[in-house]
């Protein structure tokens, strides 16, 4: 059974910066595309930033310049770098993974099968 558990989120002041990892076990990520993925109470999950198994990423535009997704394949983990954070980036975020490679254009929900527990992300103006 694959699972995904993510890790760094907490609570940071406007401008500041966070890390969350992602790591998977029962399966490898090489082949497949990988997604972070953000909710807030009362709103759609919201795709954030995709990575495919090329190595070529995909960003909301919300985040583009501020967010990096990253994956080591060898230690099967995932990244989210998020710097200048916002408020408004306040959110539960989410790892998935698709049994796919990425779609051109955005990623719904329904677009991955695995997803891990989900981590708290404060901004705080």
């Known amino acids: 059974q694959v699972q995904l558990v993510e890790s760094g989120g907490g609570s940071v002041q406007a401008g500041g910066s966070l890390r969350l990892s992602c790591v998977g076990f029962?399966?490898?990520?090489?082949?497949?595309?990988m997604g972070w993925f953000r909710q807030v109470p009362g709103k759609e999950r919201e795709g954030v930033a995709v990575?495919?198994?090329?190595?070529?990423?995909n960003y909301v535009d919300s985040v583009k310049g501020r967010f990096t997704i990253s994956k080591d394949n060898g230690q099967n983990t995932l990244y989210l770098q998020m710097n200048s954070l916002k408020p408004e980036d306040s959110a539960m975020y989410y790892c998935a993974l698709r049994w796919n490679r990425c779609r051109t254009g955005g990623h719904r929900e329904s677009d991955f099968q695995v997803w891990g527990q989900g981590t708290q992300v404060t901004v705080s103006s």
């Open positions: 029962g399966s490898s990520f090489s082949w497949y595309c």
């Open positions: 990575v495919d198994s090329d190595g070529s990423t």
